[in-house]
């Protein structure tokens, strides 16, 4: 075969247009034959698009094929001929073409690469082809681009594993929660059938009244655990209605420090021009008290308990760095966080579960969270969980902001001001994901910028004489040098540097307080590259 093989490269190369009796049906002969008559051409990525069994496509800047694999076009059914000179996003689904448009696309062309995007493609029977698609773009020397290549993996039979391990986590799910609700309820059942019982033996009975009350809180709670199912379920009936989240927490506020032990402190920390949100303001109240009672809990001594509010716009890096489920755009955002012991990293995979609960036998039923969660989905927002064993647990709601026109014509227009050049940011961040999304904010900000995964390294470039505008921080990090002892010994050598706090966690400010001054600036995560960008240009400003 080797003899062969040689011989059909020998005949190409001097012109044959076709294969050789010696190779007919062989494997991958159409693809060889294709391969050597494109060493002919001037386009060296022709021989790889015609012939390599690789799934991958080229697109211009306008996002139409400009090279489509042979192996690509036969894996949808096409010819290459029936792709090239098309839009790409014609071949997708109505949801990936969606996203291609707003993210993918302008992601490449921009920050020149993407990584394992889930794409569905459009099989030309109709059928749907689940891909990972990752992508370089390739730029002129003006820094214009030019193509972008894009290789592609089949991801169906991953998708099916998963739909299978889904179906069997589901089934389990199911199983759980059938087995809590008969439990449960059988519970609540032998409290009202007992107290009936009793009156139906001794309709006079002194304890009359008791046996009454007894019944019906029963069946008050059932009612109650009723509704948390459905929440949960997300088919519970919401009655939502555009809000101002500020005024619901702070009335709210008054009940919630009546509930509370006086060991425990509770403050609100509201955001002034708060944007408006569309949300069921009776099942909001139900899911704060649940995350309350459980902060209160999680509190067996002294310790504060803070809701704070805050406007928050979501991109899509923020998105694939946390994996927060969640579509890009703007949402009002309100933290509950507790100073109390925090959770392990196995209690934090479960908490949304129904019937997980930490809390003794008879103290919970496990449904709270899993309550919060039906009605955050059920409300087209998320919530998500921060939670380190001895710092403290936050809960992070986020519901989608409901602008006007205006507003909203208001807040796509804001750009953000571009420093002068000169201006350096000395950025302290442990979350390598996040720090290179803050170095790219600042740089496409006109800032420079040194980071640094951790205060120890950042005091080392202030010691070898790194001499910062501001500096960006972290409050808690791995190390030696926590945020606040950081922005300490930098004002050592420089009294008036600009401090920015940044932490996932509202209390941690208030833990961590020694070194921070009344003038630094404290940003809680995620934070905007707007809201970013506009705190460190006044900070900055004010320093000229």
Known sequence: M?????????????????????????????????????LETDDPLDPLFKAAPVLMHAIDRSGTLVRVSQFWADKLGYTVEEMEGKKSFDFLSEKSREYAIKVGQPKVFEAGKIYNVEYDFVCKDGTLLPVLLSAISEYDGNGDHIRSLAIIFDNSEAKRAAAQLQQKQ?????????????????????????????????????????????????????????????????????????????????????MIRRLLPPNIEFETVTESDLWKAKIDAAQLETAILNIVNNARDALTEEGRITITTSNVQIDSDYIQTSGESIDPGRYVKLVISDSGEGMDPDTMSRIFDPFFTTKPVGKGSGLGLSMVFGFMRQSNGTISAYSEKGAGTSMNLYFPAELSDLEAQKIETQNCAKAPLEKLVLCAEDESKVRNIIVRQLQKANYRVVACPDGDEALQQIQAGLRPDILLTDVVMPGSVQGPE???????????????????????????????????????????????IQTLTELTTDDD
């Open 170 to 254: 589901r089934m389990e799910a199911i199983g759980a929660l059938v087995g809590g609700v008969a439990h449960d309820f059988n519970n609540l059942l032998a409290v009202v059938l007992g107290n009936l019982e009793f009156l139906q033996d001794d309709p006079d009975a002194k304890e009359r009244l008791e046996y009454i009350e007894d019944a019906m809180t029963a069946t008050l709670q059932g009612g109650k655990l009723t509704q948390q199912l459905l929440s949960y379920g997300r088919k519970a009936h919401l009655t939502p209605s555009v809000i101002d989240l500020n005024k619901v927490v702070i009335g709210f506020a008054r």
């Open 2 to 38: 080797a003899k062969e093989f040689i011989l059909l490269r020998g005949t190409l190369r001097q012109g044959a247009l076709k294969a050789t009796p010696l190779l007919k049906g062989a494997p991958m002969t159409d693809n060889i034959l294709r391969f050597w008559q494109s």
């Open 486 to 532: 950081l922005a300490e010994l930098c004002r050592q050598v420089f009294p008036e540097l600009p401090v920015v706090f940044m932490s996932g966690h509202p209390t941690d400010v208030a833990t961590h307080s020694k070194g921070i001054e009344s003038g630094d600036v404290h940003l809680i995560k995620p934070v905007s590259r707007f809201d970013l």
